[in-house]
């Protein structure tokens, strides 16, 4: 068994292996390929404009995550086309459908993105193209493969033609068109072509070989007919997205407080199920079992001792409830099961008992069930469990919610990208807050009822914003008792604004319906047509999306809004156009620079430097005290800086000046890049100006250190691709195992 998911960069350690690995694959399994193109790659996916075309790595991965298969396909958005720059198993896996699963994805993203087809290069069949037998039966056995799809070489065209005479096997141009019975026009063709030769045979192709190539595309251009797989056998059927991944928590009805008032009742997820089985628009899955070392990672794991422990003392028909709250004091908590129960909840209406926790327990599968859908390439997945979980902090329960579902999700997807969590339930998502409230790889957004009127009551404040690593990575929208549809909708777009700057890879939303009209535990008033907005206005985001069910407790009207929802949601994706990663639906305010100094750069850097993740506290404080030397001494100090601000917050930033007593030698001492901002080339822009204020400052070399640990590993790709070199090294001079690394750049004035 193995799945398939896209790999975004090489920026999460996780990735970076990945990445490392595909290189590997792909020089083993093509010897001749040009090694600059396989080292390129991480450059391609961070800065993927870069290079004309939008590159989208796909990799097979089995167990222990082990690489089986690797793939790498283009798209052009203004022509709007798909170009396979590679694919293949990883040696060994040949022929065992690695090659044909990852193919079949790939084809469901091109219709994803709205391409016409995916364009690719297969060496020739033809016997006077390619003499040798034994290479040309590799060749049949490559168009036979793609045949079986319907992809089949364009004919009447002079493609094939060698670039130089007496050259063997020139490549066909192959043509996938995901089932479309046309081809596009001639003209369009032709762009196509000139696109492809320009990238791929730039450096080799004079223009008149290119022109005379598309002048060859005309009116009787043509799919060659099939020659090794009947028309029948071809899966020429039009690409159609995949459903919706529905995981159900069917074990939630163990579940089931039937004291007077307590509304977190079996008949929610009935009611919901009852509108979706008859949509058509869902895909139902079983949910898989995971260790519980996925929830110890985002909860205490006293906390979840002891609700396992609790819960099989009160056994299924009796209950504990909370009664005493003590103070928390983590070295004297009390002794007694009972009384303990106060020391880890905040309310007094979340009972424990064994049917509660095997079916929060069960919960929790289904998240990552649906989670894996995510990663593995479905646009849309939705986990409807009961009990809910976004009240479920680090350490304490409460609020219905034992385990927090979407934080155990979201932790889960952090090991592959960023993450952001949008939560639209009447009531503050202060799980999520809680657990993420220290890191910058997940961004948590709650928009709710303000907390001076709706429960938790102590969190969910506007002035919480993040700390430490996590400064400005959590954002909350607290609302008016009264607040209108209109207003809710608002407060929505100004959320999606904020995840569309975070530009994440996943986003996990926490789906309560407990916004609607007359629902018991809210004050609200949305209604059908909102819900149906709220989904069109969410599924608009760049990202793959999870839905794990919250809150929402009006029965009679509970389905309908979840339906209308994933209509909205779905209806957006199908439509949504491909943009520029990390591109809002609003024009981005203007960046601006400036190298003076301010007081409040001292705390903005600070943050700026933790929210990187691979910082120390005493080097985030190191950083932070050369920005408050130079706020007191001047250009004593002997530092300058480059700020980058997008309306007065710090996107980036940099620290430099001249070595004492070395001419012309100067030292870059920071640069550091908001997780916000990254794969926008932002990095590079701050280095060219350093370089640029430091040439006029005299300097013809500058220096920098920097540690030599396997977290910065794609700091060193990023210094030596901007022209960098590593001069020396220091071994185990921060730590065992750990070097410092000297490296350097010439300094020369631009041509």
Request: some cysteine; hydrophobic content about 40%; aromatic content about 10%.
């Amino acid at each position: 068994m193995f799945h398939i998911r896209r790999v975004p960069d090489d920026i999460t350690p996780a990735n970076y292996t990945v990445v490392q690995e595909a290189q590997r694959i792909l020089r083993e399994q093509f010897p001749g390929m040009d090694p600059a193109d396989i080292d390129k790659l991480p450059d391609q996916l961070r800065d993927p404009y870069q290079h004309r075309f939008v590159s989208r790595l796909y990799v097979a991965e089995g167990a222990r995550d082990r690489i089986l298969g690797v793939a790498l396909l283009l798209h052009e958005p203004q022509l709007n086309f798909c170009y396979l720059e590679l694919i293949s198993a990883a040696p060994g896996r040949t022929g065992r459908g690695v090659g044909a699963s990852l193919y079949s994805r790939l084809r469901e993203v091109a219709h994803s993105l709205g391409a016409h087809g995916i364009y690719l290069e297969c060496l020739p069949d033809d016997p006077a193209l390619s003499p040798d037998a034994k290479v040309r039966k590799q060749n049949e056995a490559r168009l036979k493969f793609y045949e079986r799809f319907g992809a089949r070489p364009l004919a009447n065209t002079r493609y094939e033609t060698p670039l130089q005479p007496g050259d063997s096997d020139p490549p066909y141009l192959v043509f996938d068109p995901l089932g479309a019975a046309e081809l596009p026009a001639y003209k369009t063709l032709r762009k196509v072509v000139t696109e492809i030769l320009e990238r791929k045979y730039g450096h080799l192709c004079s223009p008149e070989y290119i022109k005379m190539v598309t002048d060859s595309i005309r009116s009787n251009v043509a799919l060659r007919e099939p020659v090794y797989v009947t028309r029948s056998k071809q899966a020429v059927a039009p690409v159609v997205a995949r459903q919706v991944a529905l995981v159900v928590n069917d074990k939630h009805n163990l579940h089931h407080v039937h004291e007077r008032g307590y509304v977190e009742a079996p008949v929610r997820v009935n009611a919901i199920l009852g509108e979706l089985n008859k949509s058509g628009l869902f895909e139902r899955l079983p949910a898989r079992s995971y260790p519980d070392r996925f929830i110890r990672e985002v909860h205490d794991s006293r906390l979840v001792n002891y609700l396992r422990r609790a819960s099989t003392m009160a056994g299924k028909k009796k209950s504990i409830y909370p009664y005493v709250f003590p103070i928390r004091n983590s070295s004297r908590p009390p002794r007694d099961e009972t009384v303990l129960a106060g020391y880890y909840c905040i309310d007094t209406f979340t009972p424990l008992n064994e049917s509660a926790y095997l079916a929060a327990r069960q919960a929790v599968d289904c998240a990552l069930t649906a989670a894996a859908e995510v990663l593995d390439g479905r646009p849309l997945a939705y986990a409807l469990v009961r009990p809910p979980g976004h009240h479920a902090e680090r350490a304490s329960f409460g609020g219905f919610c034992y385990f927090n579902n979407a934080a155990i999700a979201a932790n889960y997807l952090s090991r592959y990208g960023k993450v952001a969590i949008l939560d639209v339930d009447y009531h503050h998502g202060n799980g999520q807050q809680d657990i993420f409230y220290e890191r910058a790889d997940v961004l948590t957004v709650s928009v709710h009822g303000h907390p001076r009127f709706a429960y938790p009551y102590f969190t969910g404040f506007a002035d919480e914003t993040g700390r430490g690593a996590g400064a400005g990575y959590n954002l909350n929208i607290p609302l008016a008792e009264d607040t209108t549809p209109e207003e809710y909708l608002a407060a929505v777009d100004r959320a999606l604004r904020r995840v569309a700057h975070f530009a994440p890879d996943y986003l996990v939303v926490a789906l309560g319906l407990d916004t609607a009209r007359g629902d018991p535990t809210g004050t609200w008033s949305n209604r059908i047509k909102d819900f149906l907005e709220l989904g069109k206005r969410v599924g608009a985001a760049e990202a793959p999306i999870l839905v794990v069910q919250e809150g929402g407790y009006l029965v009679r009207s509970l389905g309908k809004n979840v339906y209308a929802f994933f209509r909205g949601l779905a209806a957006a994706t199908e439509k949504q156009l491909p943009r520029k990663r990390g591109s809002r639906a609003v024009k981005p305010a203007k960046r601006r620079w400036r190298t003076a100094v301010r007081h409040r750069d001292i705390e903005a850097v600070r943050a700026l430097v933790a929210s990187a993740g691979v910082f120390s506290t005493e080097e985030q404080g190191v950083a932070a005290e050369l920005v408050a030397t130079t706020v007191h001494s001047g250009a004593e100090a002997g530092y300058q800086f480059v700020f980058a601000e997008t309306r007065g917050r710090l996107d980036a930033y940099a620290c430099f000046g001249p070595v004492p007593g070395a001419p012309g030698r100067f030292d870059l001492y920071w640069i550091a890049v908001s997780p916000d901002c990254r794969l926008q080339g932002l990095g590079r822009d701050v280095l060219e100006r350093v370089e640029r204020e430091a040439r006029q400052g005299g300097a013809t070399r500058m220096y920098l250190d920097t540690a030599g640990r396997a977290a910065y590993r794609p700091t060193h790709a990023f210094y030596k691709r901007c022209g960098f070199r590593k001069v020396a090294e220091l071994r185990d001079f921060y730590a065992d195992g750990d070097s410092k690394i000297i490296m350097m750049k010439e300094l020369r004035e631009p041509a």
